[in-house]
């Protein structure tokens, strides 16, 4: 067990009238990273932030949330206190009480509601990883003692989990293009190499920074010579700079992976003694791939067969190639099967864990924390009555660990299988962004007899449904630490601001007060008695990357943590328990068709399905709907439903903006910043034209998370108006039970009047009921 060596760079010093720390970010407000920063402090507050030079993992670069950060720190709008409700709920009239009444009164329902109707009828839920991560999980499972956390309303937990599943279902491990992001001296450690070619597919990783990513890193590579394929349906800045785009009708990927891989395997383009040596079902892969011929594929894309054929090819030649994607693979009702698809595509062209490949990602210095943090906490009993769908054998064999969004929503709705009484939501705005269909999350949230909300500023969801909302602390207000994905990272307290708390204090404190005999027993008096727990608690079955026993505080000294590391670990028995060569799978290969999905009734080989609604599933609707609508594109200024109170993101970005094709837009009489209506059989809502003549014709992209904190609280601040989750639908998830259409619906678009804009959303949800009116 190796103790870290002392970081060899200062982490405080004066520079004139600031005190300057090193520290690192990572939420709230938030994002999926933890770039390391220099904070200015003058009088006990945030004066400035900038990169940190010195650091390997962003080199002084940051995003302009980063560098706009004192604006969201010394925000008006900030919660200052612990607010009670005293008006009715969505009137957002609040009284400030403290912090110990607010405990009283969470003990006193959570006590009754446990007593009463048991702890699983508490349901806990965050949003997607910023700082919070295995916190809400922690506090669900050791706290409240309910098996019931899960992602906001997530459909079909349908961000991240499904390739991450996907991955583990293929090769027992996830991986991660390898930007050399593990090594300490960068790009100049000799065991690294750059990529040839790397397949950015379904991704903008310069916007989004996506699960432990930093884009930068692309445009790097691209500088030493690295080339692009590009998948997606809008020319992105980086599509604008590739070898190969291939613009996409969104919702097929799938097929177009299997068409690929159809070239790949049918030219013999893959690495024959990786495949030989490493792999389990490539012959049945073979034959599957003969269903999806190029020119099948490319009318289902709607991409030329040629250009699908070239970029195949180029990528198969490139070694070593790595592959970079995101979430609208995910966004897919068989986005599990279409991610196995694209990994194998990477694997078996030779790119599994070389340098400049896409290498295994586990937590720095196997620091096994997530969602299941805890849970060893519940009983199997109890773990039994967690919220899941009852239709997917994955879920029903009790696999998949978190409570599901539409199974939670279905309970609340329908109290089967029993009653939701209590909504504990930290980190999470559900009717603003993270839940589809948003008017009937709506509805359903406010079903419950106890909601708290924590959070940082006054939310939409917490005016709408809560009871409490309790404040939380900003990045440099609290501890914690950083192990997703290496290297590890310390989080410090360096500031205060009013009564805010951190997630992790309140975890401790409400810990200490409702499972009083575990948080004693375990010696969390504080969260750095938490933290030094959570820096230790590791995977068993992993022998690699090394464990190591250390304390929150040692790790805050060093500040950040490589492990040791080496390539090709299939080869050298760093992947099994057992130790011996090969994978984490039940037959020891990476599986190109996989057994795991297979148990549990799902196809083991990839395959393809036309989206639930689309012009070929529903052609019908698809002429009154003709446009396919992709939806939460990422912006610069904004991560999700944040930051919309801050004048600097407003002034770059002030409205929420729908991309469409220019000469699409001429057709129907729509100029660039004209307010347009984006509507489906479900719902509608508006936000203003961008016109790109490199959008696809066909293809209408809306903005997603939109509400608007200088309108009035009690119109929920607009929250419906411009909500592109007025249009999507809970419930649509796959046969694994994850997967969900976000980014893959029809559509109809007309310009705004003042005659048919009379009604807003917001109203029609709040006072009308809802959207009637639409077929
Ligand atoms: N139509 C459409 N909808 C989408 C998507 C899409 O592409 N299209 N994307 C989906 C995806 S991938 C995701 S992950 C979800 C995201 O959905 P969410 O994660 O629920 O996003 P937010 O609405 O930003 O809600 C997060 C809230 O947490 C607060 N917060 C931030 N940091 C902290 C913290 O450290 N502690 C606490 N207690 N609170 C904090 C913020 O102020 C904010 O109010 O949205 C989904 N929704
Ligand atoms: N600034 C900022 N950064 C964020 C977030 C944020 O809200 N703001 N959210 C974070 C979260 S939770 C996530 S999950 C990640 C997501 O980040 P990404 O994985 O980058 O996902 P998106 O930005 O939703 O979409 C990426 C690209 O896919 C294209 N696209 C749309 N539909 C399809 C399709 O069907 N197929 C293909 N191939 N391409 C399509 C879009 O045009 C876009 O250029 O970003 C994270 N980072
Ligand atoms: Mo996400």
């Known amino acids: 067990m190796t103790k870290p060596a002392e970081y060899h760079l200062p982490l405080e010093w004066q520079e004139g009238e600031y005190t300057v720390y090193r520290n690192h970010h990572w939420s709230g407000p938030g994002c999926h990273n933890a770039c390391a920063i220099l904070v200015y402090v003058k009088d006990g507050k945030v004066a400035k932030v900038e990169g940190d030079p010195e650091s390997p993992y962003n080199q002084g670069r940051l995003c302009m949330r980063c560098l706009n950060m004192v604006e969201a720190y010394y925000h008006s709008d900030r919660i200052k206190w612990p607010l ?33 109707y048991g702890p699983e009828a508490i349901v806990c839920m965050e949003g997607t990883g910023r700082n919070v991560n295995w916190q809400v999980p922690m506090m669900a499972y050791s706290v409240f003692g309910t098996p019931n956390f899960g992602l906001g309303f997530l459909s079909g937990d349908a961000c991240y989990l499904p390739r991450c599943a996907a991955m583990y279902a293929q090769m027992g491990d996830a991986t991660i293009a390898d930007m050399s992001q593990q090594f300490e001296k960068r790009y100049d450690d000799p065991n690294w190499k750059c990529p040839e070619v790397v397949l950015i597919w379904g991704n903008n990783p310069l916007v989004s920074n996506g699960d432990g990513f930093l884009g930068h890193w692309i445009v790097d590579v691209m500088k030493m010579g690295a080339k692009l394929i590009v998948i997606d349906p809008e020319a992105t800045w980086l599509a604008s700079r590739a070898e190969y785009f291939l613009q996409i009708r969104p919702g097929t990927d799938g097929a177009l992976a299997l068409g690929m891989l159809n070239v790949i395997i049918n030219e013999e383009l893959y690495d024959k003694e990786f495949v030989e040596k490493w792999t389990y079902g490539f012959d049945e892969l073979k034959e599957r791939v003969q269903e999806w011929p190029v020119e099948k594929v490319a009318e289902i894309t709607w991409i030329p067969a040629d250009l699908i054929k070239n970029a195949a090819r180029f990528f198969a030649k490139a070694s070593p190639a790595a592959l970079q994607w995101g979430l609208p693979i995910d966004m897919h009702p068989t986005g599990i099967t279409t991610a196995v698809a694209i990994s194998t595509i990477s694997s078996i062209c030779g790119n599994f864990d070389v340098p400049g490949g896409n290498i295994v990602a586990r937590q720095g210095r196997n620091i096994a924390i997530g969602y299941m943090t805890g849970a060893e906490f519940i009983s199997e009993e109890l773990w039994a009555k967690h919220l899941v769908p009852k239709d997917t054998p994955m879920h029903n064999q009790g696999v998949m660990g978190t409570a599901q969004g539409d199974a939670i929503l279905e309970a609340l709705e329908t109290n089967t299988p029993y009653t939701v009484k209590m909504l504990w939501f930290q980190s999470t705005n559900p009717i603003a962004c993270m839940g ?38 900003m990045g440099n207000e609290r501890n914690s630490v950083r192990p997703w994905w290496f290297p590890v990272r310390a989080i410090n307290k360096i500031t205060e601001y009013e009564e805010c708390k951190s997630d992790e204090e309140l975890l401790v404190e409400l810990g200490n007060r409702l499972n009083p005999e575990l948080f004693k027993e375990m010696g969390w008096k504080k969260d750095t008695d938490l933290l030094t727990w959570i820096c230790n608690v590791i995977n068993p079955e992993w022998n690699w990357p090394e464990k190591w026993d250390a304390t929150f505080e040692e790790l805050q000294k060093q500040h950040i943590s490589f492990d040791n590391w080496s390539y090709r670990k299939h080869e050298t028995g760093l992947l099994r328990t057992d130790g011996e060569p090969g994978f984490n799978t039940p037959t020891g290969k990476l599986e190109c068709s996989c057994l795991a999905l297979d148990s549990f009734d799902v196809d083991p080989l990839p395959y393809w399905e036309e989206p639930p609604e689309s012009p070929v599933s529903t052609p019908v609707l698809a002429k009154e709907y003709p446009f396919v609508l992709t939806t939460g594109r990422r912006s610069w200024e904004f991560f999700h439903s944040e930051h919309r109170q801050l004048p600097t993101m407003r002034e770059f970005h002030p409205d929420p903006l729908v991309t469409i094709n220019t000469e699409t837009a001429a057709k129907m009489g729509i100029q660039e910043g004209d307010w347009v209506w984006v509507e489906n059989m479900r719902g509608r809502m508006r936000q203003r034209a961008k016109l790109k003549p490199t959008m696809h014709p066909n293809v209408i992209s809306a903005e997603h998370a939109w509400w608007f904190p200088e309108q009035k609280g009690e119109n929920l601040f607009g929250v419906f108006d411009s909500n592109a989750n007025n249009l999507t639908k809970m419930g649509q998830y796959g046969p694994t039970g994850y997967g969900a259409p976000y980014k893959c619906t029809i559509c109809k678009i007309y310009k705004g009047t003042e005659e048919n804009s009379k009604v807003m959303p917001t109203e029609e949800v709040i006072k009308k009921g809802g959207f009637g009116y639409v077929k």
């Open 84 to 116: 009670k409700r005293v008006g009715a709920r969505g009137e957002n009239k609040w009284e400030r009480i403290s912090w110990d009444e607010a405990y009283n009164i969470i003990e006193e329902k959570v006590t009754a509601i446990k007593k009463e």
């Open 436 to 473: 589809a269909e948003a008017p009937r999350i709506y509805n359903a949230i406010q079903k419950p007899d106890f909601n708290v909300v924590v959070d940082l500023f006054m939310t939409p969801t917490a005016v709408a449904c809560a009871d409490l909302v309790l404040p939380c602390a």
